[in-house]
Structures are given as structure tokens and as C-alpha cells.
């Protein structure tokens, strides 16, 4: 097994450090990337996470990405998942279409919203994700398409938006990470807006700052994503994604 850690690997442990220290609270994981990540937190350093198969059971074990369940745990209907999110047991993260430097999220159309130029999703459960329980974002594909000034349609709340609401937004608003193919970011800033915590290994802060398209919080140190150990790259190739389906969404 080569030690030359991919992107793709990167990625992957910073989607898996966010729920570092989580205690038993339900990982929802949406994308390859990031569902590979819950379950390395789960084998690696966080072992009370829960995990489901994607539907309607919380499972037992870690199977590889596209392999079925051998030890189911628990059955989780609609309304009992929905239960957990209203009170705060979740960590979700979601993809973006777009997302600004509040944080606000798009995942619904591109365009006006009485004359989209492209329908997407929908709305979905994003505004209850984000304001009851910590909601990430992964994105794996960063550019100003996706990181823009203000996004078209507020399907995700930002901090600029929940502030606004008033307390009852803000009580449990929360959102820890964006995790993008150049680097991890966060909010830890005075006004709450974006700031860049770290670079992948063999990306610059020009690179980052040329693929968003909005003023980006730059630290006068910007330090890189951490290494896999070396029993989290054994973890991520041989256990949960020995089929490489990483790689297809972050290309090395």
C-alpha cells in the first residue's frame, strides 16, 4: 500500500473530523466523500456515532461503500428521523449548489425563483436541518459557481438570516464546516462570515480565493489538512472504500 495520500483521502478525513467528539448523535452523510468519512470516524475515533444505510435502519457495523448491512440495530422511520433532527441528535451535511459567506444554502434553482434558468432539488429539509441541529456542507467541485456573492434561493440558513429571525432561529443554529475539494472552512469570525481553517496539501490560498466568488476570511497562517494515520488509510482503502469510489468524486 503506497503512503501518497490522495485528495480524495484528505477530503475524506476532514469530512470524518467533524464528527470528532460527537458522542452518540445520528451521522447523516450525503455523497460518496462524506459518507466514507462517517464511517471512518466511527471506526477510527468516534465510536458512538450512529450510522444508518442510507434508508430506514441504524446499523451495527461498517460495511464497505455499495455492500449491504450484516447487523442492523435499529429500525428509523421517517418520523422518528425526524424526531432526532428536531431535537438536535444529528449532524447532517449536505451538498450545495450554491452557498454564500453567511452560509446560506442553494439547492433548490439557478435563477430567479419565479423564472428559474434550472430546477433543482427543492427546498427539501434544509431549513429544519439547519436550524435544530449542526449541519456541514460538502462541496466537491469549489468555484465562484458555487461559492457566490449571494445564492439565488435560501433553501439552507445562514447565520445572517437566522440572526435576523430573531433567538428561536439562533438557539440551535449551528454550522461547524464546509468541506470542499481545496480546503476545510468555518464561520469562527467576528461577523460569522467564512473563513478558510485549512488548505488540502498542494493547494494555495490563490487557488482558493480565485474559485470563490466573494471575500473569503484569510488567517495571516492558513495551515494544511491533517495526514491520515496510517491505519486511517488502511481503514479507507482496504475496509470501507476498497472499490475506490472516492476517487470518482474527487479525481486525483
Same mark, same amino acid.
Given at each position: 500500500m503506497t503512503n501518497e495520500t490522495t485528495r480524495a483521502e484528505y477530503c475524506v478525513v476532514a469530512c470524518a473530523e467533524a464528527w470528532r467528539d460527537a458522542g452518540e448523535i445520528l451521522a447523516s452523510p450525503? *455523497?460518496? $466523500? @462524506?459518507?466514507? *468519512? =462517517?464511517r471512518l470516524a466511527k471506526l477510527a475515533f468516534a465510536p458512538d456515532l450512529l450510522l444508518t444505510d442510507g434508508e430506514a435502519l441504524l446499523i451495527g457495523d461498517v460495511p464497505a461503500v455499495g455492500a449491504p448491512t450484516q447487523v442492523v440495530e435499529g429500525w428509523l422511520p421517517y418520523r422518528q428521523h425526524l424526531a432526532l433532527v428536531a431535537t438536535g441528535r444529528r449532524h447532517v451535511m449536505m451538498g450545495a449548489s450554491q452557498v454564500d459567506r453567511h452560509g446560506n444554502q442553494n439547492i433548490s434553482c439557478i435563477g430567479d425563483w419565479a423564472r428559474p434558468k434550472r430546477q433543482l432539488l427543492g427546498v /427539501? *429539509? =434544509? @431549513?429544519v436541518n439547519t436550524l435544530n441541529n449542526p449541519t456541514s456542507y460538502w462541496i466537491p467541485k469549489h468555484s465562484s459557481r458555487v461559492f457566490v456573492e449571494r445564492v439565488d434561493m435560501v433553501s439552507g440558513v445562514g447565520y445572517d438570516r437566522a440572526a435576523a429571525a430573531g433567538p428561536s432561529a439562533m438557539r440551535y443554529h449551528r454550522i461547524p464546516e464546509v468541506i470542499s475539494n481545496l480546503g476545510v472552512f468555518d464561520f469562527d469570525t467576528a461577523d460569522h462570515t467564512m473563513r478558510l481553517r485549512s488548505l488540502h496539501p498542494g493547494v494555495t490560498v490563490e487557488q482558493v480565493l480565485e474559485a470563490t466568488g466573494f471575500e473569503l476570511a484569510v488567517p495571516d497562517e492558513v495551515p494544511f489538512t491533517r495526514e491520515p494515520t496510517g491505519d486511517e %488509510? /488502511? %481503514?479507507i482503502r482496504e475496509v470501507i472504500d476498497p472499490g475506490g469510489a472516492r476517487n470518482r468524486? $474527487? @479525481?486525483a
Amino acid at each position: 500500500m503506497t503512503n501518497e495520500t490522495t485528495r480524495a483521502e484528505y477530503c475524506v478525513v476532514a469530512c470524518a473530523e467533524a464528527w470528532r467528539d460527537a458522542g452518540e448523535i445520528l451521522a447523516s452523510p450525503m *455523497g460518496t $466523500v @462524506p459518507t466514507i *468519512g =462517517a464511517r471512518l470516524a466511527k471506526l477510527a475515533f468516534a465510536p458512538d456515532l450512529l450510522l444508518t444505510d442510507g434508508e430506514a435502519l441504524l446499523i451495527g457495523d461498517v460495511p464497505a461503500v455499495g455492500a449491504p448491512t450484516q447487523v442492523v440495530e435499529g429500525w428509523l422511520p421517517y418520523r422518528q428521523h425526524l424526531a432526532l433532527v428536531a431535537t438536535g441528535r444529528r449532524h447532517v451535511m449536505m451538498g450545495a449548489s450554491q452557498v454564500d459567506r453567511h452560509g446560506n444554502q442553494n439547492i433548490s434553482c439557478i435563477g430567479d425563483w419565479a423564472r428559474p434558468k434550472r430546477q433543482l432539488l427543492g427546498v /427539501r *429539509g =434544509a @431549513p429544519v436541518n439547519t436550524l435544530n441541529n449542526p449541519t456541514s456542507y460538502w462541496i466537491p467541485k469549489h468555484s465562484s459557481r458555487v461559492f457566490v456573492e449571494r445564492v439565488d434561493m435560501v433553501s439552507g440558513v445562514g447565520y445572517d438570516r437566522a440572526a435576523a429571525a430573531g433567538p428561536s432561529a439562533m438557539r440551535y443554529h449551528r454550522i461547524p464546516e464546509v468541506i470542499s475539494n481545496l480546503g476545510v472552512f468555518d464561520f469562527d469570525t467576528a461577523d460569522h462570515t467564512m473563513r478558510l481553517r485549512s488548505l488540502h496539501p498542494g493547494v494555495t490560498v490563490e487557488q482558493v480565493l480565485e474559485a470563490t466568488g466573494f471575500e473569503l476570511a484569510v488567517p495571516d497562517e492558513v495551515p494544511f489538512t491533517r495526514e491520515p494515520t496510517g491505519d486511517e %488509510l /488502511r %481503514l479507507i482503502r482496504e475496509v470501507i472504500d476498497p472499490g475506490g469510489a472516492r476517487n470518482r468524486e $474527487v @479525481p486525483a
